[in-house]
């Protein structure tokens, strides 16, 4: 079954800091992959998408199909990152449908 | 101008009544849905529809009931509603279910039971 697991609930790092988000997947095929953010008082948005290999607001995300991880990443954390952080992969049914992981909450602290 | 809205944004009820909640996409997408977002935050796909036919239902009790009264629409009808209802739904639409293709999300409804 297809799966995506993100370890942690809470990410707290100072201003300035790197920031790696943690996602792992589980999908025996080619999966495609994607962030997606909810800032306070927001509506969840993409942030990114494995297949277009951009970097969006300086994050990246690497598919790692070895370690079926696809972390994000940042090298200098700003305040204005923090939010909710959903890690999803797209089933392969045919049907749009997102697998979600359980959300991290990155804290940027001043 | 919104793309994906949703009415009400917030909705306290008493259980057993029976409640709706609207979605409305603005971007011409054929595709919509209805993700729950628990206490945990965690979020959990129920229905989905496309050009107004139902392709997902994610073994969601019968009480919901979503309805596409056409493309740019999915309305959400939960019956006899229960404390556990409670949760964050959240609308969202596609360009078709395809390769790549992005889902925009609406601004969710924090259903209350009590």
């Known amino acids: 079954a297809q799966r995506v697991t993100q370890p942690e609930k809470l990410l707290s790092v100072f201003k300035g800091a790197p920031v790696e988000l943690k996602c792992n997947y589980s999908?025996?095929?080619?999966?495609?992959l994607f962030w997606y953010v909810q800032y306070s008082r927001q509506r969840l948005q993409l942030l990114l998408r494995?297949?277009s290999r951009e970097s969006i607001k300086g994050f990246t995300a690497d598919l790692n199909k070895g370690e079926t991880s696809f972390h994000l990443k940042k090298p200098f954390a700003q305040e204005e990152d923090s939010a909710m952080y959903y890690c999803?992969?797209?089933?392969?049914?045919?049907?749009?449908?997102?697998?979600f992981g359980q959300g991290t909450t990155l804290q940027v602290k001043p | 101008d919104t793309a994906v809205s949703q009415t009400p944004k917030y909705l306290v009820t008493q259980m057993g009544n029976d409640k709706s909640i609207k979605c409305e996409q603005n971007?011409?997408?054929?595709?919509m849905y209805w993700y729950k977002q628990d206490s945990k935050k965690f979020l959990k796909i129920m229905f989905s529809?496309?050009?107004?036919?139902?392709?997902i239902n994610e073994t969601v009790p019968n009480r919901f009931s979503p309805k596409s009264p056409d493309k740019a629409h999915l309305n959400l009808h939960i019956n006899s509603l229960e404390l556990g209802d409670s949760a964050v739904y959240f609308c969202?639409?596609?360009?078709?279910?395809?390769?790549?293709?992005?889902?925009?999300f609406g601004q969710g409804t924090r259903l209350t039971v009590v």
């Open positions: 999908y025996s095929g080619s999966p495609e």
């Open positions: 999803a992969l797209r089933s392969p049914s045919n049907t749009g449908k997102l697998i």
């Open positions: 969202a639409s596609s360009q078709g279910v395809h390769d790549n293709t992005e889902a925009f």
């Open positions: 529809y496309n050009n107004k036919e139902l392709i």
């Open positions: 494995h297949i």
């Open positions: 971007l011409g997408h054929d595709t």
